[in-house]
């Protein structure tokens, strides 16, 4: 659906929606305050618990959305973008709707019912992306793109309603608030840094560069960011209650977390280094040649994606033992350093953005480690050993790639095709051949099915 609308729409359009992600994270976060994680972390949950978070989400999303509405001629005017305040307030009906929803998110992944939410979510994009591809088709511009938004939260709600057999009572306990306070604040707290942050490059790059630049660097890091990200985010809901339920044992969250690193490796870096190889020819054919710009910033940020399931898999841990207190702080020392990139980088332009990512997902990647090894004893170096032959094997892929690039094809499709082939049999041939961990795994599985 994205890359339907990316061909439809300029990159004026996305770099408009791109302005507002900041402020779309942080109100998301300030509506569910922390709770949800903590619903879900916490062992000995009762009823008066969730319906507690519920009205408290629901207050909360009034709030934010009548805060936003008023905030949205500051923020146009920041960017010097008067459009922005209209999309900003129509935005805020995703905020009401998402408060009405994140109890029954949290207790459907509380309950490992990955089903029901993989439903809701491809659901959710298939009916929003429709709307959105059929809006830009008729020159609604950036209107398609809130449009999907709106649609995407309603669907999504609507649907999670429906699989979850939870609902809200009358019940507000200000002792069960309280109870969960204390995990649900810093785990908010630490969102909140990361949304802020992890949302600076467009902001910067918004203000710095306008509306087309941060289009085109939003398009990049969507092509590199989602497909990771989506295989990050299903690995980590299904290991944070599973260590959560392990927290006392080190021995076994050891194991399970070496075996989740080695199949995020394993399906996560030859992903990301093929995208790298492949990025012009991937551009082209499905972006069009309106995107070739994004080329060289598709490549840095695939070095950055590279590193992004080692941060997921160890974040998710501390969070599993409780350490919310550890995670914020962890959140705040890497968010500092993140400034000081952009601080450092901006007036060399984009690119230099990006490679200051590199430096930075890099560093924070061994602080996060750290503290994995002082807790269970499986520290940065002993992951590094555990993920490197499926990094190796990534780089021998991505040298049969790039190879079989050169040879001249009549058709650029057919030619992408060939090399994304060509990629996948010889990376499985390797794997299988050598006999790696998660592919032996993943045999035993389907040999027990069998």
Not at 182 to 198: C, E, N, Q, V
Not at 399 to 418: D, E, P, R, S
Request: aromatic share 12%; with cysteine; glycine share 8%.
């Amino acid at each position: 659906m994205s890359v339907v609308l990316a061909r439809l729409l300029a990159p004026e359009s996305f770099g408009l929606i791109s302005m507002l992600a900041v402020f779309t994270a942080v109100a998301m976060l300030l509506i569910e305050g922390g709770f949800s994680g903590a619903l879900i972390q916490k062992r000995e949950l009762e009823s008066k618990d969730r319906s507690t978070v519920f009205w408290f989400n629901l207050a909360s999303g009034a709030v934010v959305a009548i805060l936003m509405y008023a905030l949205a001629p500051y923020v146009a005017k920041f960017y010097g973008q008067p459009e922005l305040t209209r999309v900003a307030r129509v935005l805020c009906l995703v905020f009401i709707i998402h408060a009405f929803v994140a109890v029954q998110l949290a207790q459907l992944t509380r309950d490992l019912e990955f089903l029901p939410l993989t439903k809701a979510n491809l659901s959710a994009n298939i009916v929003s992306g429709s709307v959105a591809i059929y809006l830009a088709a008729f020159g609604f511009g950036v209107w398609s793109l809130v449009a999907q938004q709106i649609v995407s939260s309603l669907v999504r709600a609507l649907l999670l309603w429906r699989f979850s057999a939870w609902r809200p009572t009358a019940e507000f306990s200000g002792e069960s608030l309280k109870s969960l306070f204390g995990f649900g604040s810093r785990m908010a707290a630490s969102g909140l840094l990361d949304s802020i942050f992890g949302n600076l490059y467009f902001v910067a790059i918004g203000r710095l560069f306008g509306a087309a630049n941060v289009g085109v660097y939003s398009r990049a890091n969507w092509l590199t960011q989602v497909p990771i990200q989506s295989l990050s985010q299903v690995v980590a809901r299904v290991t944070f209650p599973v260590f959560s339920a392990m927290q006392e044992e080190p021995a076994r969250l050891r194991r399970n977390m070496a075996h989740a690193l080695r199949s995020l490796a394993l399906l996560g870096f030859p992903m990301m280094v093929g995208m790298l190889v492949v990025a012009e020819p991937l551009v082209q054919v499905i972006l069009t040649a309106k995107w070739l710009s994004a080329v060289p910033y598709i490549q840095m940020l695939c070095v950055v994606g590279l590193l992004h399931p080692l941060h997921v898999i160890n974040l998710n841990l501390l969070m599993a033992l409780g350490r919310s207190d550890l995670f914020l702080r962890l959140e705040v020392i890497k968010k500092a350093l993140v400034l000081v990139g952009i601080l450092s980088t901006y007036r060399h332009g984009i690119a230099w953005m990006i490679f200051g990512q590199i430096v930075l997902s890099a560093v924070a990647y061994f602080l996060n480690s750290y503290w994995t090894g002082r807790f269970i004893g499986y520290g940065s170096w002993a992951q590094l050993k555990d993920v490197a032959p499926y990094m190796l094997v990534s780089l021998l892929m991505g040298t049969v790639v790039f190879l079989t690039g050169q040879a001249v094809f009549f058709n650029a499709t057919i030619g992408l095709v060939v090399q994304i082939l060509s990629g996948v049999v010889f990376y499985i041939a390797v794997c299988v051949m050598a006999r790696l961990k998660a592919i032996e795994g993943i045999r035993a599985v389907l040999c027990r099915r069998a």
